[in-house]
């Protein structure tokens, strides 16, 4: 009963923020490194970021960097994606993932949520 749910995703407009959370259960999060994922209709899931275990290394694709912060509190094992300034292009069904270890390719990761939709649009 490894879970990990993401919640926090919705319509907003263009330019607009969202802070995305993965609650983790039934394993503690510290020891993994946790991804944030994103798969638009008709398209392939893509890396969006990653966090390691302690937090103190961060990773971002280009499309988002500048505009998304990944964090985690350990103590409440849990994951955030803070998105601002989002885009059409940012829409997407976002997923948190989970693998023991360092950030590494999506075929690496262990853990998966069920998905949170983020809709922008005017």
């Known amino acids: 009963q490894l879970q990990l749910v993401e919640s926090g995703g919705g319509l907003v407009q263009p330019g607009g923020s969202l802070r995305l959370s993965c609650v983790a259960s039934?394993?503690?999060?510290?020891?993994?490194?946790i991804g944030w994922f994103r798969q638009a209709p008709g398209k392939e899931r893509e890396g969006v970021s990653c966090?390691?275990?302690?937090?103190?290394?961060?990773y971002y694709t280009t499309s988002v960097q500048g505009r998304f912060t990944i964090s985690r509190d350990n103590a409440k094992n849990t994951v955030y994606l803070q998105m601002n300034s989002l885009k059409s292009e940012d829409t997407a069904l976002y997923y948190c993932?989970?693998?023991?270890?360092?950030?590494?390719?999506?075929?690496?990761?262990?853990?998966w949520g069920q998905g949170t939709q983020v809709t922008v649009s005017s």
């Open positions: 993932a989970a693998r023991r270890g360092i950030c590494s390719n999506i075929r690496n990761y262990d853990y």
């Open positions: 039934g394993f503690t999060l510290d020891a993994y490194a």
């Open positions: 966090i390691s275990r302690t937090g103190g290394a961060t």
